[in-house]
């Protein structure tokens, strides 16, 4: 039996200035393995939802569950190393190497030198950049797409199940954006991982999700597979974003 990695029920965040909730009453049920995107414009709480998951953000209510156990009762800081985040702006040590960035967990967790030295062999070969080449470099050495990888690889480094990825491709050109999105598909093939990725490119968002939620004002307004999704949109605001691909498509078309 597949087990439920995250669970929702009733999730609540307003913060201190916002009248309104910016996560309203969210109930979500996601399997172990699954591949989540979250698609939504921008204010929509993609980054908040995706933050109440490893406590960097609290719900005002509801409870929140990672593998049938309530987060709130867990140490926020063993949390977040179970837990894979990668974000947009990557946030690499400029002074260490790109060994030392992907090895930094490890190197918090002290494990012995010769284990974190075949594991950042592994993670460089998994997100394809060849170790010998990069791993003693600084990060200002690497393009953007390149540091993309790197951030991929240090949030793989501990090997957790779930993974977050908030707009990981969001400041990357179009053909490097193509390029990661296959790369992120292999490895979550290969690694059984749950992740939930933050996107507001519907096409990304369903070119990826095995499950695609889409949010708006905080809510969600339809949680479902691409082909349901586009079948049976839930409500005008889906209707509406998948109008404007459309629409797009076809100005493409007419290029033809
Ligand atoms: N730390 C904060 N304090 C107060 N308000 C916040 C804070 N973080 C976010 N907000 C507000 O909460 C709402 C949701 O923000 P959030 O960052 O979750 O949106 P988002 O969907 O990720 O948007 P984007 O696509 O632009 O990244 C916004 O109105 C934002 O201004
Ligand atoms: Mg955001």
């Not at 439920?4 to 109930?27: L, M, P």
């Not at 080449?133 to 951030?151: A, D, K, T, V």
């Not at 050109?173 to 598909?185: K, Y």
């Not at 597979?225 to 493409?252: C, G, H, M, Y």
């Amino acid at each position: 039996m597949v087990s439920t990695a995250i669970e929702f029920s009733n999730v609540c965040k307003k913060y201190k200035r916002s009248g309104n909730y910016v996560v309203d009453h969210v109930n979500l049920s996601i399997k172990e393995g699954e591949f989540i995107t979250i698609l939504g414009s921008s204010g929509s709480g993609k980054t908040t939802l995706l933050k109440m998951i490893n406590r960097l953000y609290e719900p005002n209510e509801g409870i929140i569950k990672l593998f049938g156990e309530d987060i709130a009762t867990v140490d926020p800081v063993k949390l977040r190393r179970r837990i894979g985040y990668v974000i947009q702006q990557v946030g690499l040590f400029p002074h260490m190497t790109i060994a030392q960035n992907i090895a930094i967990v490890p190197m918090l967790l002290k494990w012995k030198q010769s284990k974190i030295d075949s594991k950042v062999i592994d993670l460089l070969f998994l997100v394809g950049l060849d170790p010998q080449e990069y791993r003693n470099r600084y990060p200002s050495q690497l393009s953007g797409g390149q540091q993309q990888r790197i951030g991929l690889a240090r949030a793989l480094a501990t090997d957790p199940k779930i993974m977050l990825l908030d707009e990981p491709f969001g400041a990357i050109d179009a053909i490097n954006r193509v390029n990661l999105q296959n790369e992120l598909l292999r490895i979550h093939g290969g690694l059984k991982k749950t992740f939930l990725l933050v996107t507001h490119d519907i096409n990304e968002a369903f070119k990826l999700g095995t499950r695609v939620i889409i949010m708006n004002k905080g809510k969600v307004s339809q949680f479902d597979t691409p082909r349901n999704i586009v079948k049976n949109p839930a409500d005008e605001f889906v209707s509406s974003l998948i109008l404007s691909s459309r629409e797009q498509e076809r100005f493409w078309e007419g290029l033809d």
